[in-house]
C-alpha cells in the first residue's frame, strides 16, 4: 500500500469522480521544507512558528529570514503561516504564564495580545517577508471578533510604521483557525476575515471537552463524532455561502479513515503533515463525493 500511495505524490488530488481537493503540508521547522517537494502539494496549509520560540523569543530578523525562506521555496504557492500560538499544549518559557488550566487560558491570539511588543516584532517580520512570496497569515485560538479586529488593527499599525521607514513589505490576507467552538458554531460574528482553517485537533478536544493530550480520554477524542463532523460542515457551508474560502489544517487532514467524512463535510482544501501527504491523497482518489 505504501508503494501505491506514493505514486499519488506526483499528481494534483482529486476524488474517483474528479473533484478537485487541493492538499497542502503542514510544517514546523522552516527547514522541513528541504525534504519537500513543493511539486506534489499546493502550498503550505499551515507553518507553526512556535519551533521559532523554543530556544528563547526569537527576533524581527530571526523571523523575517525563516519566513523568507519558506516562501522562497514555495515558488509562488501559497504559504499560510500561523502567528505564534503559545501555551496549552506548546509551552514557551519567558512567555507562557503558569495557570491552573493552560487550554482554557491565555493561549494562541490571547497571549500575544496581552505581549504586545513579542506580537509586534513577529508582525514586522511576517510583513516584510510577504514581499517573496504568496504569504497568507492567520491567528490561533480566536473565539471572539474582537481579537480578529486588535490584530488586524496592529498589521495595519505596523505596515504604516514600516512605510514611514522606507521598508519594503505587504499586506497578506489575515485569516483565522477554526478551534474554538464559539467560532463553529456562529461563523457570521466572522464574515469579515479573508479565510478560515479549520483546526481539528483543538476544535475537537473542546467541542468532546477531552483533552487532545490525554491517553485516558483518546477515546472520546473523536474528530469523527457527529458533534464535531456537523460543525466542520456548517463552517464550510458558511464559507461557500459568503465566498470565503475555508481549509482544514489538523492531524484529520493526513488520516485516511477521516478524510471521507471531511470531504463529505463539504471541505475541497486539507492540510496534512508531510509524511502523511502521500496517505492523504491516495485516500482522496478512493472518495466519490
Ligand atoms: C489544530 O488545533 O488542529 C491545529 C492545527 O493547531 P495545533 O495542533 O497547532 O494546536
Ligand atoms: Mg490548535
Redesign the pocket.
Known amino acids: 500500500a505504501r508503494s501505491s500511495a506514493a505514486a499519488y505524490l506526483s499528481t494534483p488530488a482529486a476524488t474517483a469522480d474528479g473533484t478537485r481537493i487541493l492538499t497542502y503540508v503542514n510544517i514546523a521547522d522552516p527547514s522541513d521544507v528541504e525534504a519537500i517537494d513543493i511539486a506534489t502539494c499546493d502550498g503550505v496549509g499551515l507553518m507553526r512558528t512556535e519551533f521559532l520560540f523554543s530556544h528563547g523569543l526569537p527576533d524581527e530578523d530571526t523571523q523575517y529570514r525563516a519566513y523568507a525562506r519558506v516562501l522562497e521555496w514555495a515558488a509562488g504557492k501559497p504559504v499560510t503561516i500561523r502567528t505564534v500560538?503559545a501555551g496549552?499544549d506548546k509551552p514557551v518559557p519567558g512567555f507562557t504564564v503558569q495557570e491552573g488550566n493552560p487550554f482554557l487560558g491565555l493561549r494562541?491570539i490571547r497571549l500575544s495580545l496581552s505581549r504586545p511588543e513579542i506580537f509586534r516584532a513577529q508582525i514586522r517580520a511576517l510583513l516584510r517577508a510577504a514581499v517573496h512570496g504568496t504569504l497568507k497569515v492567520m491567528f490561533?485560538?480566536i473565539a471572539v471578533p474582537a481579537e480578529y479586529a486588535k490584530a488586524k488593527a496592529m498589521f495595519a499599525e505596523e505596515a504604516l510604521a514600516l512605510s514611514a521607514r522606507g521598508t519594503v513589505h505587504r499586506m497578506p490576507p489575515l485569516g483565522i483557525?477554526v478551534?474554538v467552538p464559539s467560532v463553529a458554531i456562529a461563523p457570521e460574528a466572522f464574515a469579515d476575515v479573508a479565510f478560515f482553517s479549520i483546526?481539528s485537533?483543538?476544535?475537537t478536544q473542546y467541542v468532546m471537552a477531552a483533552a487532545r493530550d490525554n491517553a485516558a480520554v483518546a477515546n472520546l477524542n473523536d474528530t469523527a463524532h457527529p458533534a464535531v463532523l456537523r460543525l466542520i460542515r456548517e463552517v464550510a457551508d458558511f464559507g461557500a455561502a459568503r465566498g470565503i474560502p475555508v481549509s482544514l489544517c489538523?492531524d484529520a487532514g493526513g488520516d485516511p479513515p477521516l478524510i471521507p467524512h471531511l470531504l463529505r463535510a463539504g471541505l475541497r482544501e486539507l492540510s496534512a503533515v508531510p509524511a502523511q501527504l502521500a496517505a492523504a491523497k491516495a485516500a482522496i482518489a478512493e472518495v466519490t463525493l
Open positions: 500560538d496549552g494562541g490561533p485560538m483557525m478551534e483546526g485537533n483543538d476544535l489538523g
